[in-house]
């Protein structure tokens, strides 16, 4: 085994502004620690790409910034994770979800019409005045994700029966037709074939104007393509985390250079 | 051929014996019944009264009386075995309490229905008043199919892949709104189809009614839940065992059992036919 430096990452400059920032995380699953005193600072309608080998951690961190841990009794979280400052533990957490958006590995569009697909969350929160706004709003949403134009003459169709990119592209309009701040995708394409995931990739970098970004991903080329930043976590530990130009040219751990050549993982 | 060939040969004549055994029993009843029965069938013995002391006449009332105590039973247990099946896979915390509630469960699927109809008497008709009556006879039954709910409930509801309650919370919304708008709707035709067996096996229990809601002969027809009532299962067992006529009575007696056997098959064709459309729609 190879030894791990710890969080070796970049100090944020007054400049750039802080959306979320993460500090001494510590998770457990039952006695098993998957997260090992993380800190890391998530830029503002920047891309942060967390890579790292299976197993290491990457879903767990990104589902302790919407409290999607919650959900899992056995895990314990311990630290401190802020968006905007505050403590995310100090909100409601509907309202937080509401600020943080998610997108799944999987797509998983609810088993009703791409309309109502769009609509839920917009009714969970009573996010709209009159029939007319919800329709705007679901119009709006679909076309942000690029989706409008596939959709538009079938709204009351099965969403199950779009194809797997576009069902993706569903998930991340019903997300984003929340208005969140924030948009978590855990590994967003890794069902996809490469027509579709190059869609979801052009889509990120769209989105990035409005929103904060947070991805997971398997692929070093994906990060390298459409992130501003990169955490590279090895066995819960953030072992380098800057620039993705910096991390992918010059990165400052053995352990990077060896992951990102491929020489394990 | 060899050893092993011969070993497969025999083994699936065994299985195919033993099905053909099976299905063979299920033709032979209904059989017998058709033939016995089929004569005494028809507009009259639907829709008219039983008269002449059980001897002619219909058996209307025993048809009414078994619809009033599904209904019954359906409205009590429904809502109760849901409600519990969402506390049990939602809610509790699944540790040695849960366990503990789904072994009593099970239990109480095992309880001789004999036995549930000497609860009713004793908690139904006495204890709370209800006196022998539609209601201590449904509430009765509706016990009777509660483990049968329950489990069709839970399996529907855990059935529903976790990804939809992911997607739901992930959007902000609360546990109850996901169960509400996301579990429910798509757990329904699970749960329909349990409960549609669960009103075949009530409407075909004799024990548990027999103490708590029938009676042999009424002369009209029931006005309130409090009325006692004739009912299919009950009627062939009276006209079997108290008859005075037998000649007479034995044919009614298969005429009855050949109408309960059609609505008890067609209620499980009703559930066999939601699950079919049910599982077209898959995620
Ligand atoms: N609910 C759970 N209970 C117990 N252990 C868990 C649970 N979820 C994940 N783990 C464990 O925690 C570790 C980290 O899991 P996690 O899903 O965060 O990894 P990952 O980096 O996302 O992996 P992948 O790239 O395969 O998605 C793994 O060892 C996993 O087995
Ligand atoms: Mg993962």
């Given amino acids: 085994m190879v030894d791990i430096v710890t969080s070796h990452h970049s100090p944020v400059t007054s400049k750039k502004e802080v959306k979320i920032s993460i500090r001494n995380l510590n998770i457990w699953y039952q006695d098993m620690q998957v997260i090992k005193n993380v800190n890391l600072d998530v830029e503002k309608n920047k891309v942060t790409a967390i890579i790292g080998p299976s197993g290491c951690g990457k879903s767990t961190l990104i589902k302790s910034i919407n409290r999607m841990l919650d959900m899992i009794p056995e895990a314990e979280v311990g630290g401190t994770i802020l968006l905007d400052g505050q403590n995310i533990y100090d909100m409601d957490e509907t309202f937080l979800r509401k600020r943080i958006g998610m997108v799944f590995q999987m797509p998983n569009p609810f088993p009703k019409s791409i309309f109502e697909n769009i609509a839920y969350g917009l009714k969970i929160h009573k996010m709209f005045k009159s029939k007319q706004d919800l329709y705007f709003k679901v119009e709006k949403a679909l076309k942000q994700a690029a989706l409008w134009d596939e959709v538009k003459d079938k709204l009351d169709k099965f969403a199950l029966d779009l194809s797997g990119g576009q069902q993706q592209r569903l998930c991340i309009a019903r997300c984003i037709a929340l208005e969140p701040e924030v948009v978590l995708f855990d590994e967003p394409c890794s069902a996809l074939d490469p027509v579709a995931t190059v869609k979801i990739e052009e889509l990120i970098e769209d989105l990035k104007k409005n929103y904060t970004i947070v991805i997971v991903t398997h692929n070093m080329q994906q990060a390298a393509r459409i992130s501003d930043y990169t955490a590279f976590l090895y066995l819960g530990n953030l072992v380098e985390f800057g620039p993705t130009q910096k991390i992918f040219t010059t990165p400052q751990n053995k352990m990077t250079e060896h992951y990102l050549t491929g020489k394990f993982g | ?283």
């Fill in chain 2, 1 to 283: 051929m060899n050893s092993r060939k011969v070993k497969e040969f025999v083994g699936f004549a065994i299985l195919r014996l033993a099905t053909f055994l099976i299905l063979s029993a299920l033709f032979i009843i209904l059989y017998f019944i058709i033939i016995r029965g089929i004569k005494v069938i028809n507009w009259q013995f639907l829709t008219h009264k039983p008269c002449e002391g059980m001897t002619s006449g219909g058996i209307f009332p025993a048809i009414l009386g078994t619809f009033y105590l599904t209904l019954c039973a359906i409205c009590f247990a429904l809502p109760l075995g849901v409600a519990a099946a969402i506390y049990l896979v939602e809610y509790a915390r699944q540790g040695r309490l849960v366990r503990i509630v789904r072994i009593g469960i099970n239990n109480l699927a095992g309880v001789p229905s004999i036995v549930f109809g000497l609860f009713g008497l004793a908690v139904f008709v006495k204890y709370f008043g209800f006196g022998v009556s539609i209601l201590s006879g449904g509430l009765t039954l509706g016990i009777l199919i509660l483990p049968v709910i329950i489990r069709a409930s839970e399996e529907a509801i855990l059935a529903v892949p976790n990804s939809l309650r992911e997607a739901s919370l992930a959007l902000g919304a609360t546990k109850w709104q996901t169960i509400y708008r996301i579990v429910l709707p798509n757990a329904i035709p699970g749960i329909l189809t349990g409960s549609i067996l669960g009103i075949g096996r009530a409407a075909g229990e004799t024990a548990p009614i027999l103490f708590t809601a029938v009676t042999f002969y009424s002369a009209k027809l029931p006005t309130s839940i409090f009325s006692e009532v004739q009912a299919l299962p009950y009627h062939i067992y009276a006209l079997m065992t108290e008859g005075t006529h037998p000649e007479t009575q034995i044919p009614i007696a298969y005429g009855t059992a050949l109408v309960l056997l059609f609505l008890v098959l067609g209620i499980d064709l009703l559930a066999i036919v939601i699950r079919r459309r049910a599982r077209r729609r898959k995620w």
